[in-house]
Every structure is written in structure tokens, then in C-alpha cells.
């Protein structure tokens, strides 16, 4: 195991950096400051945050075993402005991630960034931007430019290991009462294991895609809320989404859920001309999904269906739920698990995700699922996982910030090559890929002023 000094260095030199800033703006919420100056100091805030992520996989998906370790400590200094003339302001995050180990194919867990197939550590301001707001809680408008978090914003969402991914652009939210408005207009990327900011591309990497739009509208009433979201990759693909949950206040005390989902996948001209060793599916990809969630006692449960259809000719297709390569995509459908995604072409699943309440502090539970209905030149094929978890938060003191998770467990799945499962010699069965995982995560957060 060797830890990269210069990255250490690095973070502890801007940590050290930090502290006359913090003695500075506490200094500046005793005295008098100008007063077109005062909200902007004066509600600055600087949080740090630690996050240790250990992942391994041995999986057979491909064809060939692969032993997939990787292990780094992440560290994000999220700065928060307050707003100058009560409009403008300014957020910005510093990411930096060590490289603790790692086995020879760490690529395949995205926590430490592939140099060339070594694994390093890395450095990046992830976000930067820009902020401007009228109105108030009720009734607003905000603007942000630059590099910034689009978490589930219209089609598009980030990704997190050991720090999270972000987005280049123009993003805007409106509303009023009970309607939310959001849009987004994107160019770049950078993802969770790199410091590189890159184009989108498509699947075959052949294209360069200049851009992703992208929109939501919500209507949220107490017991109700319906969103469509709309979202396009320049000439490459359209995903078009609905989400209807129903929450009622008669059940608050069991926080009960319902939620029906639908989403729809067009591609568009780059999408149909590449060959279906790369796309997932040939024109139109559909995914249908409804999940209830509750709680009774220590108990919470959350019971999930879906059903997907992807036609892919000569392969078997899946539903795609990211725009582009180099983007993350909206999908909240318990057919995202943790060991497989269950998108597959005519491809049907039930899960049921159970969790305990051991005290007020500690949870364990599983996250099962099973899939089937999928075929391949006649042959059916299934796969599914149970995976085990266990969650310490503490609630008092100085460790209330803290959280710690551990989880593991089998799958099971198909292993493919290009779209394509592999069939036994006989060709009447799909060749097993017996997958097990562990993952260990702690995180802890605290804010310097």
C-alpha cells in the first residue's frame, strides 16, 4: 500500500490555508461591514468533508474472472457565498483523492483515476460557479453558470465515489406555490475518478457531442407530485420521463410511498448509425417501474416492479439511461441495484430492499432482487443478487456527523461480449457469471465557519 505524499501535502496546505479565512470571516460577523458587503460575508459558509471508499468486485460478467479493488480517501471543501445586493453570489469545490490500493484492474470500481492503467490519485476544482436569484422562498428564479452539481436536474444527474462528478454550463430554476421550472444547457463533463474535463462522445466514441439540454417540470400538493422531465443530446439521444408518487398525510406516521414510473428513450440519427456492438437498443427503448416504501416500528421496507423493453437486433438490448458517454443519467427505478441493472429487453423484476433498526444509531438490512423474461436466440436467461448491508450513524456528540456502511454479498448474471450473452457449446444455455462484491464507505462532514 503507498499513499501519494504530494496529494497529502497538498490538501493539508489548503486546509492550513483556510484558517485565517475562517478567523477572517468570523471577525467580519463582529464588526461593521459595508453593507452591500454584508449578506456576502456574512452568510459565507465553508464546509470539509471526508470520504473513505473501499470497493472490490470479482465478477465473470465478460467472460474472463476479474478481481476489481480499489481504495482512496476523498476530501471536498465546498464554499458557499452569501449574495451580494441580495442577487449575486459564488460557490466553489475543491476535490482532491488519495490512492491507498488497488489491484491491477482498480479501473472497473471508478474510484482512482486510470493513468494509462496506473492508478493515481488526483486534484480538481469540481465546481465553480456563478449565482444569481430573485424573489423569495415562494415565488424565485435562479441562475447559475459554470461548473456545478447537477444532482437529478431534469434527464441528467452526477455520480459519487470518493468525491462526486460535475457539469459545465447553464443551469435555471424557477417556481411558485406548488410548480417548479428547471433547465439545464451542458458541454462538459468530469467524473468521479479523474481530474480530466472531457466533451460527451458517443457510445463508439467515434462522435463528439457538442451539448445536452435538458428540462423538468414538477406539481407537488401535500398528499401528490407529478414530474416530466425532457432531456436531448445534440443529434444523439432523446429520454423523455414521468414520476407520480402519492404520499398520504392519513399514513405520515408509517412514511408511506407510492411511486409509478416511465421513461422513454429515442435515438436519433449518431444513435441509429452506430453498429449494435455499441448501442443498446435499435430506435425506441421503453422502462415501466412501481415501487411502495414504509416504515412500522424499526422496520422499513421497499418493494419494487419493472418491466423494460429494448429491442436490439442481433444482441440482447438494454435500456441506456445515460445521454451520452461522459454524462449520468436520471433513473430512479429499483432496477438500478447494486450488483446488476435489470434493463434488459423484455426483461421483468421484482426487489424488495428490508432494513432494521437495531438502535437509534445502527441499521442493518439487504437489498435482493431477481430478474427474467429476457431471451437470446431462444435461450431464457435470469440473474439476481442478495446483498447484505450494515449502517452506523451516530445521532450525539462530536461523531453525529459521521457514517459508516458496509455491505456485500453474491449475484448472479449472464456474461456478455458486446451485447451479446455467451451461449454454452451446446448454444441452449447462457453461460453463468457468479459475481460477489464488498464495499466499505465512511464519511464524515464538519463546518469550518
Do not use: C
Amino acid at each position: 500500500m503507498r499513499i501519494n505524499t504530494l496529494h497529502k501535502l497538498s490538501v493539508a496546505l489548503l486546509t492550513s490555508a483556510l484558517l485565517p479565512l475562517s478567523a477572517y470571516a468570523e471577525s467580519q460577523k463582529n464588526d461593521t461591514t459595508p453593507e452591500f458587503l454584508a449578506d456576502f460575508v456574512n452568510n459565507s459558509q465553508l464546509d470539509f468533508s471526508l470520504r473513505n471508499v473501499f470497493k472490490n468486485l470479482n465478477t465473470s460478467d465478460y467472460g474472463e474472472r476479474s478481481v476489481q479493488t480499489a481504495w482512496g480517501q476523498g476530501f471536498t471543501l465546498d464554499y458557499r457565498s452569501g449574495y451580494l445586493a441580495d442577487m449575486i453570489g459564488v460557490d466553489a469545490s475543491y476535490y482532491s483523492v488519495l490512492k491507498l490500493a488497488n489491484s491491477d484492474e482498480f479501473y472497473g470500481r471508478s474510484v482512482l483515476y486510470n493513468d494509462n492503467g496506473e492508478a493515481k490519485g488526483f486534484n480538481k476544482m469540481g465546481q465553480i460557479y456563478g449565482k444569481f436569484r430573485l424573489g423569495d422562498d415562494d415565488t424565485y428564479f435562479h441562475l447559475y453558470s459554470g461548473w456545478k452539481e447537477l444532482r437529478k436536474w431534469g434527464a441528467l444527474n452526477i455520480s459519487t465515489r470518493a468525491i462526486p462528478s460535475s457539469y459545465l454550463g447553464w443551469s435555471a430554476e424557477a417556481g411558485t406555490g406548488p410548480l417548479r421550472l428547471r433547465g439545464a444547457y451542458v458541454t462538459r463533463y468530469t467524473d468521479r475518478d479523474s481530474p480530466e474535463k472531457v466533451h460527451f462522445r458517443s457510445a463508439d466514441r467515434k462522435r463528439q457531442i457538442s451539448n445536452i439540454s435538458t428540462a423538468d417540470v414538477k406539481y407537488q400538493l401535500q398528499d401528490y407530485s407529478a414530474l416530466y422531465f425532457w432531456g436531448e443530446s445534440h443529434d444523439y439521444m432523446r429520454r423523455q420521463g414521468l414520476e407520480l408518487e402519492w404520499k398520504p398525510s392519513t399514513m405520515a406516521g408509517n412514511k408511506l410511498r407510492v411511486t409509478s414510473l416511465f421513461y422513454l428513450n429515442q435515438g436519433l440519427d449518431n444513435w441509429t448509425e452506430m453498429s449494435t456492438s455499441h448501442k443498446t437498443f435499435n430506435k425506441n427503448a421503453y422502462h415501466y417501474a412501481l415501487m411502495a416504501q414504509w416504515q412500522a416500528d424499526r422496520w422499513k421496507h421497499k418493494v419494487g416492479a419493472s418491466y423494460t423493453v429494448a429491442k436490439l437486433d442481433d444482441g440482447l438490448g438494454r435500456f441506456e439511461w445515460h445521454l451520452a458517454k461522459n454524462s449520468r443519467g436520471t433513473f430512479n427505478s429499483m432496477a438500478d441495484s447494486w450488483g446488476n441493472d435489470y434493463v434488459g429487453h423484455k426483461e421483468k423484476m421484482i426487489a424488495w430492499t428490508p432494513g432494521y433498526a437495531v438502535t437509534p444509531e445502527i441499521e442493518v438490512g439487504a437489498v435482493t432482487n431477481y430478474g427474467w423474461g429476457m431471451k437470446y436466440k431462444g435461450v431464457s436467461i435470469d440473474r439476481g443478487e442478495t446483498l447484505l448491508y450494515t449502517r452506523w450513524a451516530p445521532v450525539d456528540g462530536k461523531l453525529k456527523n459521521l457514517s459508516v456502511q458496509l455491505s456485500g454479498g453474491p449475484s448472479w448474471n449472464f456474461q456478455s461480449k458486446r451485447n451479446k450473452p455467451i451461449l454454452n457449446e451446446s448454444q441452449d444455455k447462457a453461460l453463468l457469471a457468479q459475481n460477489h462484491s464488498i464495499e466499505l464507505q465512511i464519511d464524515y462532514k464538519f463546518k469550518i465557519f
